[in-house]
């Protein structure tokens, strides 16, 4: 069982809407990623934080909001999405940004935009 | 930039088969790399870790090993079991970053 949650683990949403995807870590990780698994394409890093600080943007569009309030919580607030943007969001967390650090994945959110 | 490879992208064979899945990439200059396994749906499940350190790494019937210098990995299951059944992934972080590039998967398929 992974220490990683994602809620929810499936969401379908108009281009209008509003919405947010939830992540928490129960391992005491200090670094949390977004990334995001689109069909026959390899995973992409979004957003990387480091101690609730961004420190990675893989030019995401502005319609992608990541939020850090503490470093066990990871937010992904979704606003006037496209429908390319269907795909599997997945969250990660590793104990620190070094390059040893194994990440560890969590169950991730099918979206859905209609 | 890196350039993570894994063919073939599907493979089917019988319950009890040993058998070898390959990753390769194209900067030889990498930190470590990851085999993870993703059911459908589902996130990913690390398997094993290598260090660039290391050649090989050993769980239960799963052996994972690095060949830098000629840019491969591979995965080798052995006495394969329809539960392995899954897409496998390798990526990989580089010497100067802690990014992870991942490659396309490889999905199995274990026929009972």
């Known amino acids: 069982e992974t220490g990683v949650t994602q809620t929810p683990r499936h969401l379908v949403m108009g281009m209008t809407n509003k919405k947010s995807l939830k992540c928490e870590q129960h391992l005491g990780h200090n670094a949390m990623y977004w990334y995001k698994q689109s069909a026959k394409k390899p995973l992409e890093l979004m957003f990387v934080?480091?101690?609730?600080?961004?420190?990675e943007n893989n030019s995401v569009p502005s319609r992608f909001s990541p939020e850090c309030p503490n470093s066990s919580h990871l937010f992904l607030h979704l606003h006037t999405l496209q429908p390319e943007d269907s795909a599997l969001y997945l969250c990660?967390?590793?104990?620190?940004?070094?390059?040893?650090?194994?990440?560890?994945f969590g169950p991730g959110t099918r979206l859905t935009v209609t | 930039k890196q350039e993570v490879t894994q063919i073939p992208a599907a493979l089917s064979v019988p319950e009890g088969e040993n058998l070898v899945l390959n990753c390769s990439f194209t900067d030889s200059a990498i930190y470590n790399l990851q085999w993870f396994r993703q059911d459908p749906g589902k996130g990913l499940t690390s398997l094993l870790l290598i260090q660039s350190s290391q050649r090989e790494q050993t769980s239960g019937r799963l052996n994972a090993s690095l060949d830098k210098s000629s840019g491969r990995s591979t995965l080798y299951i052995a006495a394969s079991q329809p539960g392995d059944s899954a897409t496998y992934l390798c990526a990989l972080s580089g010497a100067g970053s802690y990014q992870l590039t991942f490659g396309k998967g490889t999905k199995l398929s274990v026929i009972p």
């Open positions: 990660a967390s590793s104990q620190d940004l070094g390059r040893a650090d194994e990440q560890y």
């Open positions: 934080y480091n101690f609730k600080e961004q420190t």
